[in-house]
């Protein structure tokens, strides 16, 4: 193989890269902090007139072209809004940056955020909990909903060469499962494997993401026929070495240096965790190094720096290569 995109390609498809350890992040906020230029998002992109928009979405691609180049990233997210963040788009906007990402064929998986599964409640947490219980027929006129346009955004996306999808529908927390096992059954499982379908058929990896402890959730999710599933949340006591033991080469597993760590953690400590994470769960491919979620622009440079080091030293697989097999 030899491309780095290609990484990432054979850990989704459960095999092993041939040279390294693929790289991606779910969220990259910290493109300023590695580029001489200016990547606008967020409130200060909103703020400018179609042309100037239009100039600054060239400029966002070459400085994501520049920076992955640099770090060795094997996938890049574009933009999304799942927070009121400086590094949002809208919906529109981030289509046009991933198609001028396409068109300069770049070496990395092109990824984006996308919606189609229900997740646990960001707001009015009260109502949607006696929802669940009094009115379970509108839920799943939601979820069906969810899923409508979820599969939209999957064709079109695809349209636009983005390669890689991730669902975010957290589902649970740190304790264990938000929904019961007769609410997954219904509302989450179903509406997941046909969104997985639709992302399969578009031609697009399907990822989940979830933060939580999902432990208990494993198996189900998996059936689902999903590629992988990011965050493997170390928050929520999730340790990835003993779900990757559990899960083998059935489930990529993409995470989980502690989002906390990598901005309060010492240089030194991060390349030290990032060296045992590394040594633990590569053998046998099936991951993807990266943040549990979010690297914020608060993160400091020499942290994030110090996990690209470790990777550099520790991220190769032998000289022989490994295989990149659909298991």
């Keep these: 193989m030899g491309k780095k995109k290609d990484r990432m390609i054979a850990a989704l498809e459960h095999g092993t890269p041939l040279d390294a350890v693929p790289l991606w992040e779910l969220h990259f906020h910290m493109w300023n902090q ?19 928009k239009d100039r600054a979405l060239r400029n966002d691609a070459r400085i994501i072209l520049e920076v992955a180049d ?3 990233f094997a ?28 068109a300069e064929s770049p070496d990395f998986l092109i990824t984006a955020g996308c919606g189609g599964v229900m997740a646990m409640p960001d707001s009015n947490y009260m109502e949607f909990c006696y929802q669940l219980m009094d009115d379970p027929d509108a839920v799943e006129e939601r979820c069906r909903k969810m899923l409508a346009n979820g599969i939209d955004s999957l064709n079109r996306y695809s349209a636009c060469g983005i390669q890689a999808a991730y669902a975010a529908a957290d589902m649970a927390d740190n304790k264990g499962q938000f929904f019961n096992d007769a609410q ?3 509302f989450i499982l179903p509406y997941l494997s046909r969104w997985v379908e639709g992302a399969k058929k578009a031609g697009i990896y399907p990822i989940l993401h979830t933060d939580g402890n999902i432990s208990k959730l494993l198996e189900r999710l998996t059936a689902t026929g999903i590629c992988a599933v990011q965050a493997v949340d170390p928050v929520a006591g999730m340790d990835i070495r ?9 489930l990529c597993l993409c995470g989980n240096i502690d989002c906390g760590e990598l901005i309060l953690a010492t240089p030194e400590k991060l390349y030290a965790d990032t060296k045992e994470l590394l040594m633990d769960c590569k053998p046998n491919g099936c991951f993807v190094l990266g943040a549990s979620n979010a690297v914020v622009n608060t993160t400091p440079k020499e942290n994030y720096s110090a996990v690209i080091r470790a990777w550099r030293d520790f991220g190769k697989y032998p000289a022989e290569g490994g295989k990149h097999e659909q298991q």
Aim: proline share 8%; hydrophobic share 30%.
């Design 70 to 72: 640099e770090l060795g």
């Design 184 to 186: 997954m059954e219904r």
């Design 75 to 102: 996938g890049v997210t574009i933009p999304d809004s799942p927070w009121d963040c400086i590094y949002t788009l809208p919906p529109e906007d981030r289509l046009t940056l991933a198609k001028y990402l396409y």
């Design 34 to 52: 590695y580029s001489d230029g200016t990547f606008l998002s967020g409130p200060e992109y909103m703020k400018l007139s179609s042309a100037e």
């Design 242 to 250: 003993v779900v990757k033991e559990q899960m083998g080469t059935r």
